[in-house]
C-alpha cells in the first residue's frame, strides 16, 4: 500500500488539476479540481478502471492481490491523463 500511496503522492505533485491525496491502505482518492468524469474515462480507455465519487474525487480500489508492477502499470496510465 505505500508503494500506490507513494505514487499516487508523486503524481499529485505533478498534476496541477490535484489538489490533494487521500485514504488509507489501498483504498486511495485523489482530489481534483475539475470533475472527474472525463479522467475515469481516458484511464478505462487505456485500460485502467477506477470511479469518480463527489463529481471531483478519483477513488481507487485495487485487488488485495495486486502486485507492484500491475500497481506501476496503473500509476503510469493515471500519469499520463492527468498530467498531460
Partial sequence: AAHFRA???????KSPKVTAVRG?????GLQLTEP??????????K???????A?????????LVITEDDI?????VVEEVLCS
Fill in 7 to 13: 505514487g499516487l503522492e508523486r503524481i499529485a505533485a
Fill in 24 to 28: 488509507m491502505g489501498f483504498i486511495q
Fill in 36 to 45: 472527474g468524469a472525463p479522467i475515469v474515462a481516458a484511464c478505462r480507455a
Fill in 47 to 53: 485500460g485502467v478502471l477506477i470511479n469518480a465519487t
Fill in 55 to 63: 463529481d471531483t474525487v478519483l477513488r481507487f480500489l485495487p485487488p
Fill in 72 to 76: 506501476d502499470r496503473a500509476l503510469a
